[in-house]
């Protein structure tokens, strides 16, 4: 079977030594150049439902049934979140949970007209508070990522693995992962300039050359449109409710793939492994890994219940007694801060921590220095007490200003998953 990865360019690579040495993005090297500092974000997940039309065979966070969060529920999570410093949002949810009935119902009894309206106004209300969204909720159309870029920072989409086999067996009914649908997902937020984190899974049933096969495509699609800014090496774990299922995968596999990462991808793509999932974090980060991604200090985790991730201020000692040092990042990394890859909307946040972080990069570039974020959002923070952020209409009403341009769908806008939702 022939596999068509999307629109990918393999000869329009970007060639460093054009770059003009004035250019924002040549400020990354300085706040990369300490190659002991690994970077976190103090963040809270929350999950809008945990309906999916993917039924992966690894995966227990389906649940068919269960509620969707209700928009103004989530405010006091919000809260919370602030009080304790997180600026990042994490909103997970089920794929195109708007293929089941119920789901429609809902949204249409709330006076919502669509999915991606509900999940606008769900950012909307983080960012009332001053938290950052980062969705991670599945495959979107060009017009819905258009829509909610306006309202996001960020986006997630693990490419999983190119290795098509496995659509008739692990993934046999999970139309969702078909990696054309991936790559073209990954390849649109490129277009609109949407900072992406991807990644692949490990150890369930792909080969290392369909590793290498799978980092080589993520790397030409960053080559192509310079928004990728990291990419998640997944472990495999087998759920009880499966049988015959693979063996979990091994330290050893996990580590040799951090390796092969680091090798394939470029230095500004962060490589990370789930840190509630790899303990021996220091063996990760001897081998490549740059980044621990979104951290809840001392909470459960609500994606592995069960496992409670770290405190900052234990997790600060261990890598220092290892020769690391521990950074706050945002869910757009700095190099996009800079470039201003970034909504109007999302500005009223963003701009002040660009000033802030060049005016840190001008102080610092002679010590080769990275940039302090907690002394940048405690300063940021003060600001914020006194000027409110402002939307154009308030998230607290259901109905939200469309900001699209016009309401037609062209040929790459179309859902590829329409004919599931008609049959419904």
């Known amino acids: 079977m022939t596999t068509n990865f999307g629109n990918i360019n393999f000869n329009k690579a970007k060639n460093p030594e054009d770059k003009d040495i004035d250019s924002p993005e040549n400020f990354s090297p300085i706040l990369d ?48 979140a602030r009080l304790r410093k ?51 909720i599945g495959y979107l159309t060009p017009k819905e990522l258009r829509y909610l870029r306006e309202i996001s920072v960020s986006m997630e989409m693990n490419l999983e693995t190119t290795n098509r086999n496995l659509l008739e067996s692990i993934h046999q009914n999970s139309p969702g992962k078909d ?33 290498i096969e799978t980092l080589t495509i993520i790397k030409k699609i960053n080559e192509q449109y310079g928004h990728i800014q990291d990419v998640v090496l997944h472990n495999y774990i087998p759920r009880r409710r499966f049988v015959n299922q693979l063996q979990p995968t091994t330290e050893e596999l996990m580590l040799s793939t951090v390796k092969l ?70 869910p757009i990394y700095y190099d996009f801060i800079i470039n201003q890859k970034y909504s109007k909307k999302l500005a009223q946040l963003l701009d002040k921590y660009r000033y802030k972080l060049n005016l840190s990069l001008q102080e610092k570039e002679n010590n080769k220095g990275i940039a302090d974020m907690d002394a940048i959002d405690s300063s940021i923070e003060e600001e914020e007490n006194e000027e409110a952020l402002t939307v154009e209409k308030t998230a607290a009403i259901k109905l939200v200003e469309n900001i699209l341009e016009n309401d037609h769908l062209d040929d790459d806008d179309e859902n590829p998953f329409d004919e599931k939702i008609e049959e419904e």
């Open 86 to 136: 997180a600026r990042e949002v994490n909103i997970v949810a089920g794929e195109r949970p708007d293929t089941i009935n119920l789901i429609r119902t809902k949204l249409d009894t709330w006076g919502f007209e669509s999915y991606s309206e509900y999940v606008y106004t769900i950012c909307e209300l983080a960012f009332l508070e001053g938290l950052l969204p980062h969705l991670n």
């Open 33 to 80: 150049e300490d190659k002991r500092v690994i970077t976190y974000s103090n963040s809270i997940t929350i999950a809008l439902t945990k309906h999916c039309h993917n039924q992966c065979e690894y995966c227990d966070f389906p649940d068919i049934g269960g509620p969707l969060m209700v928009p103004y529920h989530t405010i006091k999570c919000f809260k919370k």
């Open 261 to 330: 990462a680091r090798e394939i991808l470029p230095k500004e793509i962060k490589i990370r492994v789930p840190i509630i999932l790899n303990q021996n974090i220091i063996k990760f980060i001897d081998a490549g890994v740059d980044d621990l991604g979104e951290i809840q200090p001392g909470e459960s985790s609500l994606l592995f219940p069960g496992n409670k991730y770290p405190k900052i201020e234990e997790l600060a000692v261990l890598l220092e007694t290892n020769g690391y040092k521990l950074d706050r990042r945002l």
């Open 179 to 211: 990696p054309d649908i991936r790559v073209k997902f990954i390849e649109s937020c490129g277009k609109l300039e949407i900072p992406v984190t991807t990644g692949l899974r490990v150890g369930m049933g792909e080969t290392e050359d369909n590793r």
